[in-house]
């Protein structure tokens, strides 16, 4: 499995980025494909989940309200629409996919695949 982000850039606060996520290879609807960011200095932040199917929806509470994950069939995406941006959003972003795994590892643990980031900056 190979995946690739984009979407990322600058943005003022309050305002909305669309990041994606393409992914290659073969998957499975029992997959798990996360957003993760990363600032300088601070470790790993799980951000949002969705199972490849586009069930079961997972958004980390700091997220909540203004991010929305989800999956298109049509072309084997998956989205991060964010909106409402704050500058403590700035982060490099990075899409990632679990394998369907017993017992389901806890979140945001056990991603196998993982694409490179895309970087996003909320300027104040």
């Known amino acids: 499995v190979q995946l690739q982000a984009s979407g990322g850039g600058l943005v003022q606060t309050g305002g909305s980025l669309r990041l994606s996520c393409a992914a290659s290879?073969?998957?499975?609807?029992?997959?798990?494909l996360a957003w993760f960011r990363r600032t300088p200095g601070k470790e790993r932040e799980f951000v949002a989940a969705?199972?490849?199917?586009?069930?079961?929806?997972d958004l980390a509470d700091s997220v909540k309200g203004r991010f929305t994950i989800s999956r298109a069939n049509t072309n084997n995406t998956a989205a991060l629409q964010m909106n409402s941006l704050k500058p403590e959003d700035t982060a490099v972003y990075y899409c990632?996919?679990?394998?369907?795994?017993?017992?389901?590892?806890?979140?945001?643990?056990?991603?196998?695949?993982w694409g490179q980031g895309t970087e996003v900056t909320v300027s104040s």
């Open positions: 990632a996919v679990r394998r369907a795994k017993w017992p389901s590892p806890p979140r945001g643990e056990g991603y196998d695949y």
């Open positions: 290879g073969r998957l499975f609807s029992n997959y798990r």
């Open positions: 969705i199972a490849w199917s586009g069930a079961t929806p």
